[in-house]
């Protein structure tokens, strides 16, 4: 009975429903909505994930030739730019036709790097070269991407359909050198380092869409609740995006682990769960009961609905003492003997969801056995049909055997 427990809390969990009908093997069962909210909280989580990455990250070392005025051609090089820090100041996201489109704008960032030159004049025959560190403030960074979505044989597939980054402005600060250094450097290295910044940084997001690409394509097909039921968790058609929100399906059957098909069982004008209201809700998850009657299903066939009940609140009630007035009978043939309980269901629980409550019909047969000088003698069968809440239950006692009774 204990393995049936997750499955009984799961059904009391979702108790709002609507219809919805069963078309063909690939319709979904399990439907996931991520609503805004649910979206800036992934957003968020990203962006920081990928500003956290590129902290300390390393840009390409940079060499010029500069013709400078009296000076002369002046050797300049750019090295160990390193990326401090970057601060995003707000960011949005916004679901398209095929893709999730991601703006992060109003963005910092701070590097520092080494700078050196050299030069020789016509004047002086030795080089002449000097060497320091400088600071870079980036601002006004914007970066842009939108990621397409799609189901790939039962797996979420992420593609790059367009990434990219814009610095607006950027000031450098060198520290030492020569006044006609810092002008000739500036005009030297500002836009490569413009450049280098943005091919990072797009770089890196593109790199971590496809790690986050291969983590789902990891993601388990199914996954055991116990070791009787498998539940099937494959994403059927592609995303839907709207306005403000995207929707998965999932398969979300449950089956044997052997891979016994259920399908026989289920049955069709399903009901589907209804939302409890989702604003300010990060996700929405919609089940249709098909999902709880492919659980039944398993769980009968694999013989787990049965159970000998021995113990009870009130252990009286396992007496023949307190059968006498409903079973005259039973009592005078066992004065006062200790009963058990066998219960079983006799077919699968059919599961039924309407817009008020979850319900279910359940038929079951229990066996009343008296326990006699250390024997178990089965002494009557009542017959039980629940359904939703109310119990049919109608006794019609018949003696069959010179110990057994049959009441339905």
């Known amino acids: 009975m204990a393995t049936l427990l997750p499955f009984l809390l799961f059904l009391s969990i979702f108790s709002d429903s609507a219809t919805a009908h069963l078309q063909s093997k690939e319709e979904s069962f399990i439907s996931v909505v991520v609503s805004e909210k649910g979206l800036d909280f992934g957003k968020d989580l990203l962006i920081e994930k990928g500003r956290k990455t590129l902290i300390r990250h390393r ?29 995003v100041s707000s960011s949005t996201v916004q679901p398209g036709e095929s893709g999730i489109l991601i703006v992060a704008s ?37 970066v842009g991407l939108t990621v397409g979505m799609e189901n790939q044989n039962g797996t979420l597939e992420l593609n790059v359909i367009e990434c990219g980054c814009y610095v607006k ?25 413009r450049s280098a910044v943005e091919s990072a940084i797009t770089k890196n997001i593109i790199e971590g869409t496809m790690k986050l690409d291969s983590l789902l394509q990891t993601l388990p097909k199914k996954i055991d609740v116990d070791d009787v039921g498998v539940l099937n968790v494959t994403f059927v058609n592609d995303p ?28 069709e004008n399903a009901w589907i769960s209804t939302s409890c209201g989702w604003i300010l809700k990060m996700l929405w998850i919609s089940l249709d009961e098909t999902v709880f009657n492919s659980a039944s299903v398993v769980y ?20 023949t003492g307190s059968w006498k007035f409903l079973i005259p009978q039973l009592y005078k043939k066992y004065p006062n003997d200790d009963m058990i309980l066998n219960i079983s269901v006799t077919s699968p629980p059919l599961i039924r969801i309407t817009p008020e409550n979850i319900g279910a019909i359940i038929s079951s047969d229990m066996t009343v056995h008296v326990l006699d000088a250390c024997e178990s003698i089965p002494v009557a069968c009542i017959s039980v049909r629940y359904m939703g809440r109310i119990l049919n239950l109608t006794l019609s006692l018949e003696r069959s055997s010179q110990n057994f009774w049959n009441a339905t």
């Open 59 to 87: 840009l390409p070392d940079i060499e010029k030739s500069v013709k400078i005025p009296v000076v002369g051609t002046v050797s300049m090089t750019a090295t160990n730019i390193t990326l401090l820090s970057i601060n």
């Open 106 to 142: 109003g963005a910092t960032a701070n590097l520092s790097m080494n700078w050196r030159y050299s030069y020789r004049t016509w004047l002086i025959p030795i080089e002449i070269s000097d060497e320091g560190s400088a600071f870079v403030r980036v601002e006004g960074l914007e």
């Open 240 to 267: 839907v995006f709207g306005n403000s929100s995207v929707e998965f399906d999932i398969n979300g059957l449950v089956i044997a682990s052997d891979e016994v098909s259920m399908r026989s069982y289920l049955h």
């Open 169 to 193: 402005d950027m000031v450098i600060t060198l520290d030492g050198g020569a006044s006609w250094f810092y002008q000739g450097f500036v005009n030297a290295f500002e836009d490569r380092i």
């Open 300 to 319: 009968f066939q694999a013989g787990l609905m049965h159970w000998i009940v021995d113990k009870v609140p009130d252990q009286s009630l396992l007496n």
